[in-house]
């Protein structure tokens, strides 16, 4: 049963620190997202790799957020320094997107993994 | 902008009191219109997409149709297992990233 993978599933830490969150992609998937969600905005996109290089970063706040892809089987994102106002949960999600955006309908369909909730105090 | 807005917010049903939940959606080009159910504590979890105005699925208790402004998800005779937040996304064209709208949180009760 393939399934996106994310450590840790919970994180708490003070103000200032440094945050890293993983993700395992299912196998065979070349397009990595990452999304955060909380009660006042929901789910937002903070940004996309496809073969793991990076396409779509906009929704990220720069200063303090970066996101790698060091191969193809893990997706990283960090935080430093952390803020209060980061804590969300954040979701990893993969797809397989054969082709690109002219790959046949019912290709892109983005496989979410169990989130990391994230509480800076 | 893509925009998504999804009605009501929430929704408590009786089992077996059949209902629709409504996304109308604003989108440069409409690539696909996802369906997804999320439980507490979990992930989003995919349930449908639909391409094309008048395109209809079906999973289980649960159809899903689009127009072309808006989507509707029927659910027929619901049991308590269906309890859940039902997220609406899009995809627009020559994106590949979806944009959500905040969910209708279903509550059935036996």
């Known amino acids: 049963d393939a399934r996106v993978t994310q450590t840790p599933r919970d994180k708490v830490t003070e103000m200032g620190q440094e945050v890293t969150m993983r993700c395992q992609p299912i196998?065979?998937?070349?397009?990595v997202f990452w999304y955060r969600q909380t009660m006042m905005q929901g789910l937002e996109l903070l940004a996309y790799f496809r073969n793991r290089a990076p396409l779509d970063d906009s929704g990220m706040p720069k200063d303090r957020f970066s996101a790698e892809m060091p191969d193809a089987t893990l997706a990283t994102l960090k935080i430093q320094p952390s803020e209060p106002r980061d804590s969300a949960v954040y979701f990893c999600a993969s797809g397989l997107f054969p082709g690109g955006l002219a790959g046949p309908r019912g290709t892109d369909t983005q496989y979410f993994g169990p989130g990391t909730r994230l509480t800076v105090l | 902008e893509d925009q998504v807005t999804q009605s009501p917010e929430a929704l408590r049903l009786q089992e077996g009191e059949s209902s629709s939940l409504n996304c109308s959606y604003t989108?440069?080009?409409?690539?696909?219109l996802f369906w997804y159910r999320q439980d507490p504590g979990k992930g989003p979890e995919f349930l449908f997409t639909l391409y094309s105005a008048g395109e209809e699925k079906e999973k289980e208790r649960l159809k899903a149709t689009l127009t072309k402004k808006e989507s509707f998800l029927h659910i027929t005779a619901p049991k308590p297992e269906d309890s859940a937040t039902y997220l609406c996304a899009v995809q627009a064209a020559g994106r590949r990233a979806l944009t959500f709208g905040s969910g209708t949180r279903l509550q059935v009760q036996p």
């Open positions: 989108v440069s080009g409409l690539r696909g």
């Open positions: 196998l065979g998937h070349n397009t």
